[in-house]
């Protein structure tokens, strides 16, 4: 069964920072692509970034591009995503996923998606 646990979270004011983690279980993740998605209250969910198996090659939404850093340590079965210069409409609800896709419609989440770490932007 697929786990995964976010964590790193928190209340941070416009232009801080913070660094979310997440630890996977129950698959061999070094053989997936790994996401970062986020969804705000009475919003659909939102691709953020996208990670290769090996960590070599990533993608981000034009909105965090330059601001977000998506990275892996396969040794230690971890997701990171490094987010700077935050904004207060960075507020979400902050998900790791087994997935790839860069698309969702109002009805639908990712299948493999862990609980979530919610990160706050305001004064």
């Known amino acids: 069964e697929v786990h995964l646990m976010e964590s790193g979270g928190g209340l941070v004011q416009p232009g801080g920072s913070l660094r979310l983690s997440c630890v996977a279980s129950g698959f061999t993740f070094s053989d997936n692509d790994m996401s970062w998605v986020r969804r705000a209250p009475g919003k659909r969910v939102e691709w953020v970034a996208t990670?290769?198996?090996?960590?070599?090659?990533?993608w981000y939404t034009d909105s965090v591009q330059g601001r977000f850093t998506i990275s892996r340590d396969n040794a230690k079965n971890t997701l990171y995503l490094q987010l700077n210069s935050l904004k207060t409409e960075d507020t979400a609800m902050y998900h790791c996923?087994?997935?790839?896709?860069?698309?969702?419609?109002?009805?639908?989440?990712?299948?493999?998606w862990g609980q979530g770490t919610q990160v706050t932007v305001s004064s």
């Open positions: 990670i290769n198996r090996s960590g070599s090659t990533s």
């Open positions: 996923a087994k997935d790839t896709r860069s698309y969702y419609t109002e009805y639908e989440v990712p299948k493999d």
